[in-house]
């Protein structure tokens, strides 16, 4: 009868497919804490609450006008309009302060020139993240209204 | 034929490594189930936030502000052109905001907080006018409620600002207090 050597087998065999479980449980953790990640700052761009924000911006750039803040676009991409003074009586400022408003930017529709250069721009890391989740698309557009919040939401407005 | 088997040894240490498995796998199953709720949970609190915000705006928007009444704590009736008066409620006990017929109740998880100024107070609001030039907007109408996530204390209020011009609307000041209903 032939002999079987069944010795040495059982310590190789548990650590391969130890690692193997211990692989695929590191894979699936990390591609849901990406999710996950993905998740929590999607969640935070373009709600209702930020596009009704930024609608109201609009409103009131529909009415004060914005070929200033266009003829300035000609030599940057990106304006930080948070302080910009489009009248002398408080509103705007007032406007800003009653939504929440962290920051607030006037750019051109592609935005990939800042996100390119956004230590230039003085672009923070969320708000980087949030230009690069922009979609570039519509080529009839020209400008956007970008913000940011002061409970960390995001928001992006086209203006044609 | 010698037939080794498996020792004590051998059972314990493979017992002891599929139990660490198993308890990391668990860990992972909770977390997931976790992360579902917490998901569930701030979708849930959007469509509320997203509810209130879309109808209120709506109305201003398409039937003009007239005025704003308080109608006791954590209550306005928000008056329009067209005289029709809607309510805005909200009921920190049940967790719930009701504006016109229509109530919507926080996840759990969220609550309301309170004016600093008033306890009993769950909705902060004033209208600031200002000197703009005539046919342009001069009053912004801002009221806000404050809503809270219990785990991570973030912001999810509801932030109602409306602009508009008041000398066309008859120049009634906003937030007049209605004398069956003081906040106290």
Redo the contacts between chains.
């Keep these: 009868?032939k002999?079987?050597n069944?010795?040495g087998f059982?310590l190789i065999e548990?650590i391969a497919i130890?690692g193997i479980?211990?692989t695929i449980?590191v894979m699936?953790?990390s591609q849901?804490s990406i999710t996950?990640k993905n998740?929590q700052l999607n969640?935070k761009y373009n709600?209702?609450?930020t596009i009704?924000?930024a609608k109201?911006i609009q409103?009131?750039f529909n009415?004060?006008g914005i070929t200033s803040l266009i003829s300035d676009l000609s030599t940057n991409p990106i304006l930080d309009i948070t302080s910009y003074e489009f009248?002398t009586?408080?509103?705007y400022e007032?406007?800003i302060d009653?939504?929440?408003i962290n920051k607030i930017y006037f750019s051109v529709y592609d935005i990939s020139p800042v996100i390119n250069n956004y230590i230039t721009y003085n672009i923070d890391s969320g708000m980087l993240r949030f230009l690069r989740s922009l979609r570039v698309s519509d080529t009839s557009s020209s400008y956007r209204i970008i913000m940011s919040f002061?409970?960390?939401e995001y928001s992006s407005l086209i203006l044609n | 034929?010698?037939?080794?088997g498996?020792s004590t040894i051998?059972l314990l240490?493979?017992f002891v490594?599929i139990s660490l498995?198993a308890l990391?796998?668990f860990k992972?199953v909770i977390?997931?189930t976790d992360?579902i709720d917490q998901?569930e949970k701030?979708s849930e609190i959007?469509i509320v936030?997203?509810t209130v915000?879309?109808d209120v705006?709506k109305d201003l928007i398409q039937r003009k502000i007239y005025g704003v009444n308080i109608c006791g704590c954590s209550c306005l009736d928000i008056v329009f052109q067209d005289l029709n008066v809607k309510r805005l409620i909200v009921n920190s006990e049940e967790k719930t905001i009701k504006y016109g017929n229509k109530a919507e109740r926080l996840p759990d998880g969220y609550y309301f907080l309170n004016n600093l100024m008033n306890i009993n107070d769950f909705i902060t609001y004033k209208s600031?006018t200002?000197?703009?030039p005539v046919l342009?907007?001069?009053t912004?109408l801002?009221i806000k409620v404050a809503i809270r996530n219990l785990k991570d204390n973030?912001?999810?209020?509801?932030?109602i600002?409306?602009?508009y011009d008041n000398r066309q609307t008859g120049y009634l000041p906003a937030f007049i207090q209605n004398n069956t209903g003081t906040c106290d």
């Design positions: 009868m002999k079987i069944n010795q059982f548990t130890v479980v211990i449980l699936l953790y849901i996950q998740y969640s709600t209702s609450e009704h924000a109201t409103e009131y009415q004060e009248d009586t408080g509103y007032q406007l009653d939504l929440d002061s409970n960390g | 034929m010698k037939n080794l498996f051998e240490v493979s490594i498995i990391a796998m992972t977390d997931l992360q998901y701030m959007a936030r997203g915000l879309n705006k600031t200002l000197a703009m342009k907007y001069n912004i801002n973030n912001t999810y209020d509801i932030n600002i409306h602009q």
